[in-house]
């Protein structure tokens, strides 16, 4: 059995405790990574902040273990009946695999995220991950407990199109988990590393900008894992992370967007729509 092999057999008996181990594991590398090399240094009160962010985590993980059985089911559904790009071309297992990932991020993760931007009513949603100010690894699974599950269903329309086998399915979410804990990380990497892994992979310095407190900066830089897709997308934008302020322009008040309950009953409470602004201004905080 070769490195491939391995790869494709160890993912579709991936123990769930694995799964765990990346998530904790993950969090907690970066949070180490944040404390002693932070790009900024928040004022904020880090284990109240995390916490908060760390229940909107949980409701994502008990919605997808909760789901979990949908992916099983749809995985086993399109390989019985030779669904998908997979059952039509059957490339080798390292097309596979690259392929496989591309598109898996491309349809459950950079299009429903742009979508949820373009629609009111998924923006509702998805602006709850954009609320926090002060970005770190904490924030890359502050979703509302609907996000979650309007993503999910992402999910399985990418598992029918590409024909995912199981294995790709559980590399994929293991890849993104990864990919998203370090994207939000507030952490300083050297410029130029920062600049040249930008071109493959979304990168802190990258994502950055998609957290600003306003448009057009906000809807640009979607990308979880692979980098490509913004600049396939002409999504791409590059500017000065230091004059960034994290945030929502139509939800900047803190006694709005610090307390659980007021955050899950936001998508409820009506749309704002975004302030207008010129291209060419620079990113002023609001006064």
Not at 45 to 73: D, E, M, P, R, Y
Not at 261 to 285: C, D, H, Q, V
């Given at each position: 059995?070769?490195?491939?092999?391995?790869?494709?057999?160890?993912?579709?008996?991936?123990?769930?405790?694995?799964?765990?181990?990346?998530?904790?594991?993950?969090?907690?590398?970066?949070?180490?990574?944040?404390?002693?090399?932070?790009?900024?240094?928040?004022?904020?009160?880090?284990?109240?902040?995390?916490?908060?962010?760390?229940?909107?985590?949980?409701?994502?993980?008990?919605?997808?273990?909760?789901?979990?059985?949908?992916?099983?089911?749809?995985?086993?559904?399109?390989?019985?009946?030779?669904?998908?790009?997979?059952?039509?071309?059957?490339?080798?297992?390292?097309?596979?695999?690259?392929?496989?990932?591309?598109?898996?991020?491309?349809?459950?993760?950079?299009?429903?995220?742009?979508?949820?931007?373009?629609?009111?009513?998924?923006?509702?949603?998805?602006?709850?991950?954009?609320?926090?100010?002060?970005?770190?690894?904490?924030?890359?699974?502050?979703?509302?407990?609907?996000?979650?599950?309007?993503?999910?269903?992402?999910?399985i329309i990418a598992i029918f199109i590409i024909g995912a086998p199981i294995w790709l399915i559980f590399l994929?979410?293991?890849?993104?988990?990864?990919?998203?804990?370090?994207?939000?990380?507030?952490?300083?990497?050297?410029?130029?590393v920062d600049h040249l892994l930008s071109y493959i992979i979304c990168t802190p310095g990258m994502h950055r900008?998609?957290?600003?407190?306003?448009?057009?900066y906000s809807d640009m830089n979607y990308g979880n894992i692979f980098s490509c897709w913004d600049r396939v997308?002409?999504?791409?934008?590059?500017?000065?992370?230091?004059?960034?302020?994290?945030?929502?322009?139509?939800?900047?008040?803190?006694?709005?967007?610090?307390?659980?309950?007021?955050?899950?009953?936001?998508?409820?409470?009506?749309?704002?729509?975004?302030?207008?602004?010129?291209?060419?201004?620079?990113?002023?905080?609001?006064?």
């Amino acid at each position: 059995m070769d490195f491939l092999d391995n790869i494709t057999y160890y993912f579709s008996n991936m123990p769930r405790e694995h799964r765990s181990i990346l998530l904790i594991g993950g969090l907690s590398i970066f949070l180490i990574l944040e404390y002693f090399r932070p790009y900024v240094a928040f004022s904020y009160n880090k284990l109240s902040h995390s916490l908060k962010n760390l229940f909107f985590t949980a409701c994502t993980v008990i919605i997808n273990l909760g789901l979990a059985w949908l992916l099983l089911n749809a995985s086993d559904f399109a390989t019985e009946n030779q669904i998908g790009i997979f059952h039509l071309a059957s490339p080798p297992i390292g097309v596979q695999i690259l392929f496989g990932l591309m598109a898996m991020d491309l349809i459950a993760a950079w299009l429903p995220h742009i979508i949820q931007h373009k629609i009111p009513f998924l923006w509702q949603f998805h602006l709850i991950h954009h609320t926090d100010k002060e970005v770190d690894t904490t924030t890359a699974n502050r979703h509302h407990p609907i996000e979650s599950v309007i993503r999910f269903i992402f999910t399985i329309i990418a598992i029918f199109i590409i024909g995912a086998p199981i294995w790709l399915i559980f590399l994929y979410q293991s890849c993104s988990l990864m990919m998203t804990q370090f994207n939000h990380a507030n952490i300083k990497l050297p410029k130029q590393v920062d600049h040249l892994l930008s071109y493959i992979i979304c990168t802190p310095g990258m994502h950055r900008v998609h957290h600003h407190y306003r448009q057009p900066y906000s809807d640009m830089n979607y990308g979880n894992i692979f980098s490509c897709w913004d600049r396939v997308f002409q999504t791409f934008v590059k500017v000065d992370n230091k004059q960034l302020i994290f945030g929502l322009d139509t939800y900047f008040e803190n006694k709005e967007v610090n307390n659980i309950g007021k955050l899950l009953a936001l998508p409820f409470k009506g749309y704002r729509k975004p302030i207008t602004y010129s291209k060419n201004e620079k990113l002023y905080p609001p006064k």
